[in-house]
């Protein structure tokens, strides 16, 4: 992964003072230790006339998908394979925005100690990127550097110079120039629109990104036509975040349209009042709706099969009334982290005789499951491939056999009501299907009458009136349960 800066300059100003401008002397070859692998920072040129600064980023692929997700919005798209055969130590991306930061983060900032008068004075920069991985084409990268003042050659890369005949590759060269520019201004232009170009970040999105981006983006970004797209795609389409910042953004606009602060713009209401509601996030609603059931059943000995991170088993906990829960997962990290969030290793006895995780898979028959009230497959059944669901249908309903099961699971209907969905998309990487409130009811109502249960639905979240509700819940009552249940 390579990118350089070039300038030029004169006996009275020197290109040399790029190295200033870095902090990177031109006579050495640096190594910065990053995250996920090694970055070297090397002048190929340095005199009077002209100076190239260079940053090589080798990437550790063992790293990347040890530390990073590696795959799917947060790395290499597509397949299960694409986290280890993937573009990322060739291709620009947020891998190399991350670099860029840590590695010229005084540049960025503006800021040079010996030469203080150097930072904001513009001079002539090239900025060269081999292979930008470019989501949307030429075009779309000459509509966002053009607009702040950047002469933009993006030239596609063919798929293979032997078959002219395959066309291009998502790949560009790109190279930009400006004579009116800051160094400080071109590393944040490339710090924000690297990640964007490519459409992915190899990190999790959290909210401190919103500061990062209105960091970057001071002075460029709330005037900038494609401000939405760009925001939106730095944010990994993450729409509240995307909202939040697009807020931001707009304060920032009105406020250099009145010439005046920020806070003096954002003052209507004050910092300790909240009028607003934050809507319910649909994992606690989820929960909350798995919660009662289980007390209008009567349940005190709960399996959460497929209990994940431990979310609904650390809920069950705040309820003296579930004497016995038994946390179930085939994933051992998984496990790991419930045990974490659960803190059994430091909770008293009498709470952990309450309490108890082991490994297991539901596609096989297990006696440690026999014999409980209540089994809980929340968001589990869609993970699994159709063909499999018979055998965790016997093992739950057949060979466990408790008195009360709910499973949850998404209502594709609902899909359209995601802004941040695209069209014929699922939910999650990992689901391998979702169902409409008709097919999940279908299945519910074979399923009950194979194993002698009745079932009835719940709608959980919003009701839509057209779509229905985003999580839709089933309940399946045996044996004496079945009036509890009802009234």
């Known amino acids: 992964m390579f990118l350089t800066i070039s300038t030029t300059g004169s006996a009275e100003r020197p290109a040399t003072d790029l190295g200033f401008l870095l902090h990177k002397h031109p006579e050495k070859a640096q190594a910065f230790s990053t995250s996920y692998g090694t970055a070297h920072v090397l002048y190929p040129e340095a005199d009077a006339e002209r100076c190239t600064a ?15 997700k590696g795959k799917g919005r947060g790395g290499a798209p597509d397949a299960a394979l694409a986290q280890y055969v993937n573009d990322r130590p060739y291709a620009a991306s947020s891998l190399l925005a991350v670099a860029l930061s840590a590695v ?33 084409g030429p075009g779309l990268v000459r509509r966002l550097f053009e607009p702040l003042g950047w002469t933009v050659t993006a030239e596609p890369v063919p798929l293979d110079t032997e078959f002219p005949d395959w066309g291009d590759s998502r790949y560009v060269r790109l190279t930009l120039e400006a004579d009116t520019l800051t160094l400080a201004e071109a590393l944040r232009h490339l710090y924000v629109l690297l990640p964007v170009l490519d459409d992915a970040k190899h990190y999790w999105v959290s909210p401190d990104e919103v500061d990062k981006l209105l960091r970057a983006g001071e002075g460029w970004l709330p005037a900038h036509p494609e401000q939405k797209l760009i925001t939106s795609r730095y944010l990994s389409r993450r729409w509240s ?3 939040q910042a697009m807020e931001r953004l707009e304060l920032v606009r009105l406020a250099e349209a009145d010439d005046s602060d920020v806070e003096e713009i954002d003052n209507a209401v004050a910092d300790e009042t909240d009028t607003e509601e934050k809507p319910t996030p649909l994992a606690v609603r989820r929960r909350e709706a798995i919660l009662t059931a289980l007390r209008a059943a009567g349940a005190a000995r709960v399996l959460d099969l497929g209990c994940g991170q431990g979310q609904l088993a650390q809920a069950l906990l705040k ?9 179930v997962d ?6 790991t982290i419930a045990s974490r969030r659960l803190k059994l290793d430091r909770m008293g006895e009498r709470q952990a005789s309450r309490v108890q995780l082991f490994q297991g898979s539901l596609a096989y028959t297990d006696k440690r499951l026999g014999g409980y009230d209540a089994a809980v497959l929340s968001e589990v059944i869609e993970h699994l491939d159709l063909p499999r669901l018979p055998a965790l249908e016997y093992a739950v309903f057949g060979a466990a056999r408790p008195r009360t099961v709910l499973v949850t699971t998404p209502n594709v209907e609902y899909n359209v009501r995601w802004e941040t969905l695209p069209a014929g998309h699922v939910r999650h990487g990992d689901h391998r299907f979702e169902w409409t409130r008709g097919e999940f009811r279908a299945w519910a109502a074979e399923v009950a009458e194979r194993h002698g249960y009745d079932v ?16 839709q819940m089933a309940v399946f009552t045996a044996g004496t349960v079945k009036e509890a249940t009802a009234a």
């Open 456 to 471: 009835g639905f719940v709608p959980v979240g919003p009701d839509d009136p057209e779509v229905g509700p985003p999580t």
């Open 54 to 68: 260079a940053l090589l980023l080798e990437v550790d692929a063992v790293a990347l998908v040890r530390r990073g």
């Open 319 to 327: 309820d003296p009334s579930f004497t016995e829960i038994v946390g």
């Open 104 to 136: 010229f983060s005084s540049a960025m900032r503006g800021a040079c100690a010996a030469r203080p008068e150097l930072p904001a004075q513009p001079r002539p920069l090239r900025v060269e990127v081999p292979a930008l991985p470019a989501r949307g």
């Open 241 to 243: 975040l995307t909202r």
């Open 330 to 335: 085939v994933s051992m990290r998984a496990l």
